[in-house]
């Protein structure tokens, strides 16, 4: 048979019904056949348009389908009528690019499989914040940016949902973060940057500062040594020339 909408175009030409009867049923084949080409050759896998409803007569799911089972681009809907998913299916799952909707009102664009976020994609929460980067199994894994709606920014590494490795969390009044951190806490080296200008650069520990390190006031006055804690511990203060003020030790001023 042939294949193409050839038969459509010389449709109004044909005076003899079974000719024009043809030429539909070629283009209507056209339109809902996908072929896969790891199969056989000659070998068809048809999409067809596919609804399913759920008990109360509200659809449940209305796309592309192979048997009844949604493949391709389809729509899923929760019970009371609302956008589920829409986006690409695969076997009965959604792969591919899709987007899905919380009942809350959140949302995610991007990458999915088995109905889980992966690989690249945005996610908008329901108050404004807003989440563009990579995920693995349905959790935030990798490179992102984690915008909040007041301003506050982290760009940087994650793992398991949490913010775990390198990166720079930033306020809108000019504070900034930047270095390592373990689940989602200042942890190991990092250089704080505060309101006035003061610097701390060192070592952390569950967010507060915990070993060696430098603090410098906006002043120019500098706090060199150890911390325990949050504590200055063994610590050398310098003036701005670069004389000694006077030390702590053990936590207590000499």
Do not use: C
């Not at 068809?44 to 609804?51: A, E, L, R």
């Not at 199994?137 to 490795?165: C, P, S, V």
Request: net charge positive; hydrophobic share 25%.
């Amino acid at each position: 048979k042939q294949s193409g909408f050839i038969p459509f175009k010389f449709a109004n030409v044909y005076k003899h019904r079974e000719l024009l009867q043809e030429a539909r049923r070629i283009a209507f084949d056209i339109i809902e056949t996908d072929y896969n080409f790891d199969k056989p050759k000659n070998e068809v896998i048809k999409k067809t348009y596919f609804k399913k409803y759920y008990d109360n007569g509200n659809i449940l799911y209305e796309g592309l389908a192979i048997g009844g089972v949604p493949n391709g681009y389809g729509k899923e809907y929760y019970s009371n009528g609302t956008l589920k998913y829409e986006g690409e299916w695969n076997d009965g799952a959604g792969e591919g690019s899709g987007r899905i909707t919380w009942t809350n009102g959140n949302k995610y664009e991007g990458e999915v499989k088995d109905g889980d976020m992966v690989g690249q994609g945005i996610f908008y929460w329901f108050d404004g914040d807003k989440y563009t980067g990579e995920y693995k199994e349905g959790k935030r894994q990798g490179q992102g940016t984690y915008t909040h709606l007041d301003g506050r920014k982290y760009e940087g590494q994650w793992k398991d949902g949490k913010i775990n490795g390198q990166g720079t969390y930033t306020y809108p009044d000019g504070r900034k973060y930047e270095g390592h951190w373990k689940d989602a806490k200042l942890y190991g080296q990092g250089v704080y940057i505060g309101f006035y200008g003061e610097k701390y650069e060192g070592k952390w520990k569950h967010g507060i500062y915990h070993g060696k390190g430098i603090y410098t006031f906006s002043d120019g006055i500098k706090w060199i040594g150890e911390w325990r804690e949050d504590k200055p511990w063994n610590i050398t203060e310098y003036s701005k020339d670069g004389k000694i003020n006077g030390k702590m030790v053990n936590g207590l001023q000499q």
